[in-house]
Each structure stands twice: as C-alpha cells, then as structure tokens.
C-alpha cells in the first residue's frame, strides 16, 4: 500500500521557517523521484522542487530557488523541504508526489501523491 505523508505545515510570520516532511511507504525509496508542489488559494497547483533520490540531484523554481532546500534520509525514507525566508505569497497547501522517472514532474505527471500539509505565512 502506497503512502506519502506530508506534515509540518502551520501558522509563520513572514520571513520565518518551517520544514515539511514526506515520509513514504510501499515502494522502492530509491528508485524515486520526489518532487514538492503546492497550491494557493484561487491559484493552480504548481511544482517548485525536486529531488532524485538514487543520486541526489535536486532542482527548484526560481520562486523558491535560494529559500528552499529539499533533501532527503534515506534510512528514513523521508523527504523534506526546508523553507527560510518565508513571504506571505508563500502561502498554500503542500504536497509531496513521487514517480519511477520523474522527467515531467514540473508538469505534475507524478505516479503518486500525498494529502497535503497548509502552510499559512503572515504579513
């Protein structure tokens, strides 16, 4: 049974921190991308950040790129987002997703997904 559970959203003040975390279960950890998206209120649901589990590469949206740092722990099988420098247009609900290949991931064609986490930012 696959799962991705995200969690560690809340409440911050602009310009604080918060990290998510992806924990998953029912697959081959490794064999995985894992890519962040997110959806703010009224607003489409857009990717901002990858990472390829097997070899580490990591990419971001320029949005983000800078703030956010993406990672991994493999003995856990978990994925985290780490998110400084937070601004009120960073608000949204977070998701994780993972797919064997990954290479459309910014698009959202991801073979699994998380419920998602809410991050509130105020101004």
């Known amino acids: 049974d696959v799962q991705l559970q995200a969690s560690g959203g809340g409440l911050v003040e602009a310009g604080g921190s918060l990290r998510l975390s992806c924990v998953v279960s029912?697959?081959?950890?490794?064999?995985?991308?894992i890519a962040w998206f997110r959806q703010a209120p009224g607003k489409e649901r857009e990717g901002i950040s990858f990472?390829?589990?097997?070899?580490?590469?990591?990419s971001y949206v320029d949005s983000v790129k800078g703030r956010f740092t993406v990672s991994s722990d493999n003995a856990k099988n978990t994925v985290y987002l780490q998110m400084n420098s937070l601004k009120s247009e960073d608000t949204a609900v977070y998701y994780c997703?993972?797919?064997?290949?990954?290479?459309?991931?910014?698009?959202?064609?991801?073979?699994?997904w998380g419920q998602g986490t809410l991050v509130t930012v105020s101004s």
């Open positions: 997703a993972a797919d064997p290949d990954g290479n459309m991931w910014y698009h959202g064609f991801m073979k699994f």
């Open positions: 029912g697959f081959t950890f490794d064999d995985y991308v």
């Open positions: 990472i390829s589990i097997s070899d580490g590469h990591t």
